[in-house]
């Protein structure tokens, strides 16, 4: 067990087997349900010999706060694998009864996405979900080499559960850049980062941290998060002083985050390009604009649309994002 792992409240990332029994809040036994499933889906993929990570879920919520429901009960498991481990993965998901309606798919078709989602009737009105990630966030707008990613990854386990987890400086660059990708508008995200940063910002590596974060072309992305989460009275340990032109804006505009979300929320895609790094602005603006088939096919969870119907819908798309940005 890594002495890391232990939670920012004081608890233990490892959970004793009477401890696990005594997990009686409203939300546990869905939680421990979850986690179960969860530790049933890391199985199915490592038994093809894959090396598997968990990104958030139930690890981040006992290693946060010592309880296994203290993000709620997921809805599903955030796993991790190298990309050229994807097919074997997803081979090996769906030998476990797991589908998925554009799956399977060449790796090569899947260019402009980082994650597939696949689902399984587990019970009666019960479903079980995977999120399969070669990339802990976006690739396009923060690209954090792979190997990098892999570099900070460490051993975690609760009575139930062995898996690998993005150590803290990873998990505080993870928790920012999904606030982004949220549209700004995830509060159980901010509270995440804040608890995570109360917990361990007085001991983590700042000059570690901040390369990878300048790394993952996610300064802009931490600044704001944190100055939201400042705003909200939600820290007790300073957190550092990026300074980022892009954040200063956003915290103007936008002091306390976006407190409403529409869905789609195009305005909260719009709202995240503030952050974007300049460089990565004009592929963003391109993906969000005219995004891919394959980005199609799995936010939609819907085959893969041929060149034309995908034309359409694009078209379709557009015309429904100018008039969502103009009721704004």
């Excluded at 790796?107 to 402009?112: E, F, I, K, M, V």
């Excluded at 802990?136 to 386990?157: A, G, I, N, Q």
């Excluded at 609760?158 to 999904?178: Q, S």
């Amino acid at each position: 067990m890594n002495p890391r792992d232990r939670g920012a409240g004081g608890g233990s990332g490892t959970v004793s087997p009477a401890e696990h029994l005594l997990d009686s809040r409203p939300d546990a036994p869905g939680a421990l349900l979850a986690e179960a499933a969860l530790a049933g889906a890391l199985g199915a993929v490592r038994s093809g010999g894959i090396e598997c990570a968990v990104i958030k879920g139930i690890p981040l919520a006992r290693r946060l706060y010592g309880q296994v429901d203290a993000r709620g009960v997921p809805v599903d498991a955030d796993l991790l694998v190298r990309h050229c481990d994807v097919p074997a993965a997803v081979d090996a998901l769906i030998d476990e009864g797991y589908s998925s309606p554009y799956l399977p798919l060449p790796l090569p078709r899947l260019n402009g996405v980082w994650k597939v989602v696949l689902r399984r009737v587990v019970a009666a009105d019960v479903v079980g979900t995977v999120e399969l990630h070669w990339a802990p966030f976006s690739p396009r707008t923060f690209p954090l080499p792979e190997d990098l990613v892999w570099r900070h990854l460490e051993p975690f386990e609760t009575a139930t559960l062995r898996t690998l987890v993005p150590d803290r400086e990873l998990t505080v660059v993870l928790l920012a850049c999904h606030f982004a990708q949220s549209g700004l508008a995830e509060p159980r995200l901010l509270r995440d980062l804040a608890t995570a940063w109360n917990g361990w910002g007085s001991e983590i590596d700042l000059a570690t941290l901040l390369g990878l974060v300048d790394r993952a072309k996610a300064t802009a992305a931490l600044d704001y998060a944190f100055c939201v989460a400042e705003h909200r009275g939600l820290l007790s340990v300073r957190p550092p002083q990026l300074g980022t032109p892009q954040a200063r804006w956003a915290s103007h505009l936008m002091a306390e985050g976006r407190v409403h979300r529409s869905s789609p929320d195009y305005p909260g895609q719009v709202a995240a390009l503030v952050l974007c790094h300049p460089t990565r602005l004009p592929v963003e603006v391109g993906r969000f604009v005219f995004p891919s088939r394959a980005w199609t096919a799995v936010a939609c969870e819907r085959p893969l649309p041929s060149p034309a119907a995908h034309a359409v819908e694009s078209a379709k798309r557009l015309g429904r994002i100018v008039r969502g940005l103009l009721r704004r």
